[in-house]
Structures are given as structure tokens and as C-alpha cells.
């Protein structure tokens, strides 16, 4: 069994890294294979809308036709069992990498029938794990479950037809030292004491999130 984590966030030892590593932690303890992939090593763009995917009896059809560094990784997921995403939330949304990463992954499995079905050559669970600044009221306040929301029901129906699992990092410390920046909308010691305490939380709830997706995978 393999469990691959995809991690949309530019920064490699921070809140969305450490939380995909603790997500495959609770994997491997099923058992399973890991991988941690980073986007930002990665150069490509979001879909061309070639629609070579589409088209009946071509030499691409069901898989991306784009010859970049994303297809090497396209080609490998279809070999995992389990895929976990994380990114942070700019400006409401998952990061640009992210995006362009979903697109190319799951355009390519849509077939534009009437029942839009997907030609996915396996069912594939999935996971997402979401690191905010902004707290768990302004979350919901901003309606990121709906408008987040509407991408997992994408990822469901182009990848998996079992739930999407999400865990929300929420109220996230962004700095090591809030005195060298220009945010003084921010409480540092708050922060700090988010990444001191609450983080470790996260993790044991990313690890079990982990664990789970494994035991569904089998």
C-alpha cells in the first residue's frame, strides 16, 4: 500500500509540511509506503485546455497531454493508494500550485457526459489538510467550508467516490519573530504559543487522519 502527500505551500518545514509529514506518520503506522512531494520544486502550469484528454481515440485520452515537470507526477499517482493534499489558504483559496496541480490531476479523469463520470483507473481516497492565519470563526464566518468545499466535491468526483477527509489548521503562527515584520495586527505571543501548543494538536489530528485514510485504502 502507498500513501503519497502533496504539499501546495512553498515553505518546507513549516505548519502545512509538518502536518503532511505527521499525516503520513499515522499512514505508515497502517503499513503503508510514503512519500512527501513539493510543488514548489516542481515547474509547470495549470491546465492549456487542449482538451487532448478529451479527444476520442487519441494517443492522450484520459491522461494529461502536457510534457512538463508535472507528468512524471501525474503518472505516479495513478500507482498510490491514497493521496493526501495540503496547502495554505490565500485569500480564501488554496495556493496557486495547488490549484494548477488539481486542475491538470483531475481534468484529465473528467469525461463530459451527461453524468460527467470519470475515467480515473482507480478509486483513489483522499485527504486535505488546510493551514490558515485566520481563525476557526473567521473560517466559517467567510464560508471557507462552502467555497473550499466545492473544490473537495470536484476531488470526489473525479478521483474517489468515498469523502474527501479535511482537517482545518486554523489561528497558524507565521513567523519565528513577528518583530521583523510589518504585522502589528497580529498578537506574537499569541502566535507563538499557537505553534507551541496547538500545533502539536494539529498533528495528532493530522496522524489519525493519516492512519484512517490508510485503513480505507487497504
Not at 505551500?9 to 503499513?31: D, F, H, I, M
Not at 512527501?36 to 481515440?57: N, P, T
Not at 501525474?74 to 490549484?99: C, H, N, W
Not at 473537495?152 to 519565528?176: G, H, K, M, W
Amino acid at each position: 500500500m502507498k500513501v503519497m502527500a502533496i504539499n501546495g505551500s512553498p515553505r518546507k518545514t513549516w505548519n502545512t509540511a509538518t502536518l503532511l509529514t505527521k499525516a503520513l506518520e499515522g499512514a505508515a503506522s497502517q503499513g503503508a509506503e510514503t512519500e512527501l512531494v513539493h510543488l514548489y520544486d516542481l515547474d509547470y502550469k495549470g491546465c492549456h485546455s487542449c482538451f487532448a484528454c478529451k479527444l476520442r481515440g487519441g494517443s492522450s485520452y484520459g491522461r494529461c497531454a502536457i510534457d512538463d515537470d508535472l507528468k512524471p507526477l501525474l503518472q505516479k499517482i495513478e500507482t498510490v493508494d491514497a493521496l493526501i493534499l495540503g496547502s495554505p489558504i490565500y485569500f480564501g483559496a488554496v495556493s496557486a500550485q495547488m490549484r494548477a496541480f488539481l486542475e491538470r490531476l483531475m481534468f484529465q479523469y473528467l469525461v463530459y457526459d451527461e453524468k460527467r463520470t470519470s475515467v480515473r483507473p482507480k478509486d483513489l481516497p483522499t485527504a486535505i489538510v488546510y493551514t490558515m492565519n485566520i481563525t476557526q470563526e473567521g473560517a466559517q464566518a467567510r464560508n471557507y467550508p462552502l467555497t473550499l468545499g466545492a473544490m473537495e466535491d470536484a476531488i470526489r468526483r473525479c478521483l474517489s467516490n468515498s469523502e474527501v477527509r479535511t482537517l482545518y489548521a486554523t489561528d497558524t503562527c507565521q513567523f519565528e519573530d513577528y518583530a521583523k515584520y510589518e504585522v502589528t495586527a497580529f498578537d506574537a505571543a499569541h502566535k507563538q504559543r499557537r505553534r507551541t501548543e496547538q500545533l502539536p494538536l494539529d498533528g495528532q489530528r493530522a496522524y489519525e487522519m493519516g492512519a484512517q485514510l490508510a485503513k480505507t485504502a487497504r
